[in-house]
Nanobody
């Protein structure tokens, strides 16, 4: 079974940047569409960005132009570069396949102060 481990979160001021990483172990995820998701307390988990095997990506409206998703199939990692962060981006960020096929990791907390 694939295990997902997210890292890179932290506390940052509004306008700052963070780079999140997701490492998968146990099996290769190269055949899957991978994504980043986030969950704000009291709200449902929502999609942030998806990336296909060919590198093509799709973003939620709030992420378009500010976030960039990338993947390294050789290293079994998926990353999310987040720029121009806003307090509304405060959430726990998770990675998974587009259909949530793997067990969820613990996520990484992103806190953006105003």
């Amino acid at each position: 079974q694939v295990q997902l481990v997210e890292s890179g979160g932290g506390l940052v001021q509004a306008g700052g940047s963070l780079r999140l990483s997701c490492a998968a172990s146990g099996s290769s995820f190269s055949s899957y569409v991978m994504g980043w998701f986030r969950q704000i307390p009291g709200k449902q988990r929502e999609l942030v960005a998806l990336i296909r095997n060919d590198g093509g990506a799709n973003y939620a409206d709030f992420a378009e132009g500010r976030f960039t998703i990338s993947r390294d199939n050789a290293k079994n990692t998926v990353s999310l570069q987040m720029n121009s962060l806003k307090p509304d981006d405060t959430a726990v960020y998770y990675c998974n396949t587009d259909r949530w096929f793997f067990h969820w990791g613990q996520g990484t907390q992103v806190t953006v102060s105003s």
